[in-house]
């Protein structure tokens, strides 16, 4: 009997400090959180630009890169960033060396975004938003 009493003790206590001091408890992302993937893009600033760039993710840390289109800058675009909740806010560098950032916003299930990118520094000079490219057999 004084056993069961002692228990109910501690367990009280134990739950009042935990209650007390919020111990934070891990929190799982949804599943298809990671945005490692194709996606087609739409973006606006100095022209108009349709497309695909590729994520890979690991942890937090988001890299990127797409294939500029064939005109006077072609090349390599390359991107890197680490998320805040559902943002993705980093840096990018162009196939000529230019550089500037960017600030995607990810839908909750991380399968669009939208946001804005602009050269080092400055105001945004473009928007942006994108769709994840899923791939299904027919």
């Known amino acids: 009997m004084i056993r069961k009493i002692v228990l109910l003790i501690v367990a009280t206590i134990t739950l009042s400090f935990a209650a007390a001091y919020q111990i934070p408890q891990a929190q799982a992302q949804p599943a298809g959180s990671n945005v490692t993937g194709d996606w087609a893009v739409q973006m606006t600033g100095d022209r108009f ?78 928007h942006i938003v994108a769709r994840k490219i899923v791939s299904t057999s027919f």
């Open 49 to 126: 630009v349709q497309g695909k760039i590729h994520l890979s993710q690991v942890g937090d840390t988001v890299i990127g890169s797409a294939v500029a289109p064939s005109s006077s800058s072609s090349g390599i675009l390359q991107m890197s960033g680490k998320f805040a909740g559902n943002t993705l806010s980093g840096t990018w560098r162009g196939p000529k060396g230019e550089t500037g950032w960017l600030t995607f916003n990810f839908t909750p299930a991380r399968n669009a975004f939208s946001g804005d990118w602009g050269y080092g520094g400055r105001q945004p000079n473009g």
